[in-house]
């Protein structure tokens, strides 16, 4: 006789274990071991050994036996909780009653989706045209199932549901296979689009009848299923009470009403909290409740914070930007959530921050304006439309096809050009249905739309997010759908957006002379390829120039239109990238070169042989910089050169002898006031102090700050002061001017204005302070962190900007 299995001993030992634990009074108190006792199961396996010890564990001393039950009743262990109920002396008797009617009404909720589930897979099946198995027995077991516990019935359903989407793929495979030979019968893509879309969701029997009918073809926003429409006589209020009280008659509009599944129901339930409760807890319970609807649950506990001063609880939404084509439109997929309680009306107030939120709450109305604003409403006619739609994908672009609209285009289409490069990716199919995306959502554009915007722009994203931002603006004559389509005339009957379109592009070019490259290259380029020489487009600025000094700074421009990216190639071989706009604008190049031209030499005539003596301090760190100092005329014999060595100075080689800060300054002030005579010096320095700091170094620093401030001024008569004060081991240098100040777009993190390509000063002048910051920082001592510092407007009478130089003092 053979020895007994070590598995059939585990299990005598568990039966003898579960023997034990359904005698022993402190069981009550663990809801796993509970939930383990109920099991209708004749025998355990090792794994029921690991549960229990798990169980026993993790919470020594178990819990009141009140919560047990109630963290059953969550659980959905039905029979654990009755178990409890039936066994348990330690429970007040009102707690039992109450307890134990609330298990049945549980239950009577789980049979009932059981039979609701039963009936969806049906209507899956049915739309699909594959084969359903409706046995009534089956039902029934399964209704019994969900009354003992509903984990182990939602595990079937869930293999019922996974057995029927196998057999609808198989089904899918074989229907998509016909798309192919109808796209070669000439399909337009829109019933293409539209017929994947209905493959995707299932419905195969209205997407054969779709294929059948009608040749396919379609992008991928029009394939969406879209919400219901809303009709104006609709109270929502009535129609959440339909949903939050199934009892209640309802009309029978309301059957296409009903929501889509168990998320939809709980959403509606969890608005319908807000509107008399203003907790926390129901803020967070909506928030929750929306991330799960959009199919992206929190991983953790949902906090909503209280905003001061409002009656607003803001947290956070996920799920809205998922999906490969949507997830390319926000970096994080998160944005904030304002949720209000009854007493919130009118919009929540988000101080400074530009990024695009979503404000909801049962009062809370959108403002009305056609301006579109960084907080989006989300009404209760929204979250019925919203609750119908069946697919985690369409629910998210539905919910962003209402969300976008309010927004400004940014929130989709990034700030700037590089950021929408970026959002669009380099693949041009990718960055096609991207766009298409965008413009769908929101702009509501159609495809003839998006075509011209392809056209115009040759996807140039700097060029394209000026189309979007143009075409935000609402306008009386135009159809967002068709916008610029080819049958109504074009993008190029648009005065305003040609003109707007011209801007960007010369603004791109960093200055006249720069510009003038620009136009020089589009007049020489070959009209079919844009191809040109460096030469070419130097010959061509010489004969609308006649200027001796034109080909030397056209040439140099064009090498700066390379790294800006409005030129391609290298070497003599360069091409203009020809979109629709810049085609369009080739026939005016030569003006627009001649008249350039003619502004240039104006500009020098008034500046004279060269530049004033005080832009040479500029140079001071480049080798060439004494002659530029002592040559009569030397800027413009060695211009190109100065330019070059500028470009690659090294900020830590640089020498020379150590500074003497009021020395320097004084032989500053007398070219400073010739070139900027609007600007007069208020200089506070003590005589004798030295710093660190090679005096080339400064010079060069105190001319790049001291020349921001008289820009800044723009003419106008001002005040830079200049105050030097010793704080050992540092020597702080400190400008203030009674200009403007920073920049807007620098006003809420000044420190951007140190980057290298920052700029608001033209051709070659986008380095300044970056410029002043190496230098400095290559200065530093083991006791001091030379920089360049951004100060508060503190001072009452200069109220312009304000930076001060950390260097460091010379030892004697």
């Known amino acids: ?77 039905f029979d654990a909780a009755e178990y409890l109920l039936a066994g348990s002396a330690d429970l007040r008797p009102h707690d039992a009653e109450r307890l134990a009617r609330q298990l049945e009404s549980l239950r009577v909720k789980a049979a009932e989706l059981v039979g609701q589930r039963l009936d969806a897979l049906a209507r899956r099946a049915q739309g699909a045209g594959v084969a359903w198995r409706d046995d009534p027995v089956e039902a029934e077991v399964l209704v019994e199932q969900a009354r003992s516990g509903r984990p182990r019935v939602v ?17 899918s495979r074989e229907l998509a296979a016909r798309l192919p030979a109808a796209a070669e019968q000439g399909a337009e893509d829109q019933a293409v689009a539209r017929i994947r879309a209905l493959i995707d969701a299932g419905e195969l029997v209205a997407a054969t009848a779709l294929l059948n009918r009608e040749p396919p073809g379609a992008p991928i926003p029009e394939g969406m299923t879209a919400p219901p429409v809303w009709k104006a ?62 199919g992206a649950p929190p991983a953790g506990p949902m906090t909503a914070t209280p905003v001061e001063g409002s009656p607003f609880h803001l947290a956070f939404l996920d799920g809205l930007f998922t999906g490969p084509a949507l997830s390319r439109l926000h970096p994080t997929g998160r944005v904030d959530l304002y949720v209000g309680g009854p007493g919130a009306v009118g919009l929540p107030d988000t101080g400074e921050d530009e990024r695009a939120c979503v404000a909801v709450g049962p009062r809370v109305e959108p403002s009305g304006y056609t301006d579109r604003r960084p907080v989006a409403v989300l009404t209760l006619r929204d979250l019925l439309r919203l609750v119908v739609l069946t697919e985690v994908p369409d629910r998210a672009a539905a919910l962003l096809g209402i969300l976008a609209p309010q927004w400004p285009v940014a929130a989709l289409a990034g700030h700037n050009g590089p950021e929408l490069g970026r959002i669009l990716g380099v693949e041009a199919d990718v960055a096609w249905r991207t766009l298409r995306w965008i413009s769908r959502l929101s702009l509501g554009c159609g495809p003839a739309a998006v075509q011209a915007m392809e056209h115009c722009t040759g996807m140039d994203p700097h060029l394209l997010l000026v189309m979007l931002r143009y075409t935000e603006r609402p306008a009386d004559d135009a159809n967002p759908v068709r916008r610029w389509a080819a049958a109504e005339g074009g993008w190029q009957q648009d005065e305003a957006l040609t003109h707007a379109l011209r801007e960007e592009l010369t603004a791109r070019c960093g200055g006249p002379a720069g510009e003038a490259a620009w136009w020089a290259a589009l007049a020489a380029s070959d009209a079919v390829g844009g191809h040109v020489g460096r030469e070419e487009a130097a010959d061509m600025a010489e004969a609308c120039g006649a200027e001796p000094w034109v080909r030397e700074r056209i040439v140099a421009a064009v090498d700066d ?70 040559t009569p005329g030397g800027y413009e014999e060695f211009a190109e050169e100065a330019r070059r060595q500028l470009a690659e100075e090294d900020f830590e080689g640089a020498g020379g002898p150590e500074a003497e800060p009021a020395a320097l300054i004084a032989s500053l002030q007398p070219e400073f006031e010739e070139a900027h005579p609007y600007a007069r010096l208020d200089v506070r320095c003590p005589p004798g102090l030295r710093v660190a700091v090679p005096e080339p170094v400064l010079r060069a620093v105190l001319y790049e700050v001291m020349d921001n401030a008289a820009e800044a001024l723009a ?10 004060e010793r704080d050992s081991p540092e020597v702080l240098l400190v400008l203030r001017d009674s200009g403007p100040g920073l920049p807007e777009k620098a006003a809420s993190r000044p420190a951007r204005i140190f980057g290298p390509t920052w700029t608001t000063r033209g051709e070659g002048r986008g380095r300044g302070l970056h410029r002043v910051r190496r230098f400095l920082q290559s200065c530093a001592t083991d006791d001091v962190s030379a920089d360049i510092e951004v100060l508060g407007s503190d001072n009452r009478a200069l109220t312009g900007a304000a930076f001060r130089l950390v260097l460091p003092e010379r030892e004697d």
């Open 561 to 630: 239109l390379v790294r800006r990216g409005l030129l391609t190639g290298a070497g003599d071989e360069l091409r203009v990238p020809l979109s629709g706009i810049v085609r369009a604008l080739r026939a005016e190049a030569e003006q627009q070169l001649t008249v350039l031209l003619g502004r240039l030499a104006l500009e020098r005539e008034e500046r004279g042989d060269g530049p004033k003596p005080w832009h040479l301090n500029r140079y001071a760190t480049v080798p060439l910089y004494p002659r530029l100092r002592e």
């Open 715 to 724: 003419g106008q008569d001002g005040v830079l002061q200049i105050l030097v």
């Open 155 to 171: 595990a079937r359903l869930d293999a019922m549901a996974d057995d029927l989407e196998r057999r609808i793929a198989d089904a």
């Open 233 to 294: 006589d609709w109270d929502p209020r009535q129609f959440l009470d339909f949903h939050l009280n199934p009892g209640r008659l309802r009309p029978p509009a309301f059957v296409d009403w009903r929501a889509a599944d168990r998320d939809g129901r709980e959403l509606l339930e969890a608005y319908g909290r807000l509107e008399h409760d203003v907790s926390a807890e129901a803020a967070a319970g909506f928030a929750r409740a929306l991330c799960r609807f959009l």
């Open 1 to 77: 006789m053979s020895a007994p299995s070590h598995d059939s001993q585990v299990r005598n030992h568990l039966d003898g274990a579960r023997h034990l634990l359904g005698t022993w009074p402190g069981r009550f108190r663990y809801p796993e071991v509970l939930a383990l006792l109920a099991r209708r199961q004749p025998s355990y396996g090792p794994e029921d050994a690991v549960e229990l010890a798990r169980a026993v564990l993790a919470r020594l001393g178990g819990r009141p036996v009140r919560v047990v039950c109630e963290e059953l009743l969550e659980r959905g262990e």
